[in-house]
């Protein structure tokens, strides 16, 4: 079956740093787009950055460009979301989502807190 396991969340001070990591399993890795997403209670779920498939194309909000850097290991069906220079606003559940003609599927989230 379709599992997309996050890990590395946490508590962090303002101005450090994190690395999420997704492994992915039960469909083709290598031929979808991934990305990362996060959200916030009472807010939309928001896409934080994107990555394709064969050209590892990277896609970010403008509210990280310059802070975080996603890419991916195709071998390891693992993607990854390095955040630099966190900030108290970057403070969400991170999900990831994979994307392949139409069909969509996302992880169970996990929590980033950015705080003194």
């Known amino acids: 079956q379709v599992q997309l396991v996050e890990s590395g969340g946490g508590l962090v001070q303002p101005g450090g740093s994190l690395r999420l990591s997704c492994a992915a399993s039960g469909f083709t890795f290598s031929s979808s787009t991934m990305s990362w997403h996060r959200q916030t209670p009472g807010k939309e779920r928001e896409l934080v950055a994107s990555?394709?498939?064969?050209?590892?194309?990277?896609n970010y909000a403008d509210s990280v460009k310059g802070r975080f850097t996603i890419s991916r290991d195709n071998a390891k069906n693992t993607v990854y979301l390095q955040m630099n220079s966190l900030k108290p606003e970057d403070t969400a559940v991170y999900y990831c989502?994979?994307?392949?003609?139409?069909?969509?599927?996302w992880g169970q989230g996990t929590q980033v807190t950015v705080s003194s």
């Open positions: 989502n994979s994307r392949l003609a139409g069909t969509s599927y």
């Open positions: 990555i394709t498939s064969v050209f590892r194309l990277p």
